[in-house]
């Protein structure tokens, strides 16, 4: 909500505080008790000799937060993480980025990170699906791979010394995107899963929730089409084939202004609550432009307010 401006009108106002506040008493007593400020007292067992990490100081024999947070603690390791912290990569993370330069056997990617990602021409699959050592010829057709401004899904194959991220490509489902939208979200609304890769049936459209808070909404492609049509880029009767239908467009700016709408509330991103809050806005007849409109967001906050309300229920209930 910190950078949310909305004109709202006073009966929206007072909608919104309400669901707001009822979102935060809904949350659980564990999670806001290890929230911290700046010069709050984190409680520890001086016995323990714990380790003081990254958000903390000793001051007269008491550990003191340095940063605002939730406090973490990993056996004898006690540490605060903020919650708008940058992208902090891990290797294996799933990621969205776009080419900002092209250099010898390399690609330079903007991946929202302090530095830029590169992704070696060994990396990743050649148009041409062979398994073989690259040549002079191959670093000659790099352009007819990714040019600038291409936008690219990798995996993080680990850092490099300076620093940097080193990707990988290798598997069929990685590579350029096309035909979608770029959203850029904080990336701490983006937890880490087992699958980041979402094909939405119903709407013919493929969501990427990349760790590093670039989402890719597009049309689906089907996995094994993208180096071919990766090859094929140049052909001139290519531009009919991609065409989108006006019906997927539609779905893509959807499912698209779903996930501004979500992170501008500061709500953790799942495909789930994405498709929940799309087909709400379809359902209540809400046109694509007007789902960035004051009265949205407010009935976005109070039905998740009345979701996280009824699964509480349901867990109480249940015991």
């Given amino acids: 909500m910190k950078g949310l401006h909305l004109s709202l009108n006073q009966t929206q106002r007072v909608r919104l505080d309400a669901a707001l506040q009822e979102l935060q008493s809904l949350a659980p007593a564990a999670a806001s008790a290890a929230a911290v400020t700046v010069a709050d007292t984190i409680p520890v067992n001086q016995e323990d000799n714990i380790l003081k990490g990254h958000g903390t100081v000793d001051q007269d024999g008491e550990v003191v937060a340095t940063l605002c947070g939730v406090v973490e603690r990993v056996n004898k390791l006690v540490y605060v993480r903020t919650l708008q912290a940058r992208y902090k990569p891990e290797v294996g993370d799933i990621i969205v980025g776009r080419v900002i ?140 084939e991609n065409f989108t239908p006006l019906e997927t467009r539609k779905h893509i700016c959807r499912l698209a202004n779903a996930v501004r709408v979500l992170s501008a509330l500061g709500f953790t991103l799942t495909v789930e609550l994405i498709i929940e809050t799309a087909e709400a806005s379809a359902s209540s007849n809400v046109e694509i432009n007007d789902m960035l409109g004051a009265e949205f967001y407010v009935q976005t906050a109070e039905r998740e307010a009345k979701r996280r309300a009824d699964l509480l229920r349901k867990k109480n209930g249940a015991r």
């Fill in 101 to 240: 330069e092209i250099a010898p056997k390399r690609w330079r990617l903007e991946i929202n990170f302090s530095q830029d990602a590169v992704l070696m021409l060994s990396s990743m699959n050649l148009p041409d699906g062979i398994q073989r050592r690259r040549t002079a010829v191959d670093e000659l057709n790099m352009r007819g791979i990714f040019v600038e401004n291409d936008v690219i899904c990798a995996e993080v194959r680990g850092f490099q010394h300076d620093g940097s991220l080193h990707l990988q490509a290798r598997s069929e489902k990685y590579g350029k995107l096309e035909r979608g939208q770029l959203l850029t979200v904080p990336p701490y609304l983006v937890k880490r899963k087992k699958q980041h890769f979402h094909h939405l049936m119903q709407y013919n459209v493929d969501l990427i929730l990349g760790c590093n808070g670039f989402i890719w909404v597009g049309e689906h492609v089907v996995v094994g089409e993208k180096t071919k049509t990766t090859g094929d880029q140049q052909k001139p009767g290519t531009e009919a």
